[in-house]
């Protein structure tokens, strides 16, 4: 199963204008609900596709989507697996990105099912993405957060239930 954008989330509608920062000169900038939209989706397939390089505590270097990164985690490379990747305007040039992925490992009797949910900073302007959660983090990083000797809470669990 492929991926989806769904599309930007936001709380206006297609024609009302929404305040952002000041431009350099210090002229407000009105973006609509459109633009917005456009660009989210524009952030979902960066999400979805453009390859990231990342190099893991234990040194394997990989250059792949942060879904792919995300699923990698997992740690069953082989099991079947459906995605989908949303982001929400934060404001300025910030945005959420929120990964759903669940995998299905069919070489168990019966077949275990695990749900990811990596969430991510991502900002527009540096074109960085920075770990929101447990998950991403171990993305971005190749270390689980849960095992350390102290792990943050905001961190831990990895696996949340989900609704699909």
């Known amino acids: 199963m492929t991926a989806t954008p769904t599309g930007a989330v936001s709380d206006a509608t297609p024609t009302s204008p929404l305040s952002a920062s000041p431009s350099p000169g210090g002229l407000p900038i009105t973006v609509t609900a459109t633009d917005i939209s456009s660009r989210g ?9 453009g390859p990231r390089r990342v190099t893991w505590e234990d ?4 250059e792949e989507s942060m879904s792919d990164l995300v699923f990698r985690t997992a740690g ?5 697996h459906g995605q989908r990747v949303v982001a929400r305007w934060l404001g300025d040039a910030r945005w959420q990105v929120t990964i759903f992925m669940r995998v299905v490992d069919r070489s168990t009797e019966p077949p275990t099912e695990t749900n990811l949910v990596g969430e991510f900073y991502y900002d527009e302007e540096m074109d960085e993405f920075a770990a929101a959660n447990g998950r991403a983090l171990f993305a971005l990083t190749g270390q689980d957060p ?7 809470l905001d961190y831990c669990p990895l696996d949340n239930e989900i609704d699909p």
Do not use: F, M
């Open 76 to 80: 069953k490379p082989d099991a079947s």
């Open 41 to 49: 989706e524009k952030v979902e397939r960066l999400a979805n596709s």
């Open 59 to 62: 040194g394997t270097t990989y």
């Open 146 to 152: 849960c095992t350390s000797d102290q792990p943050e």
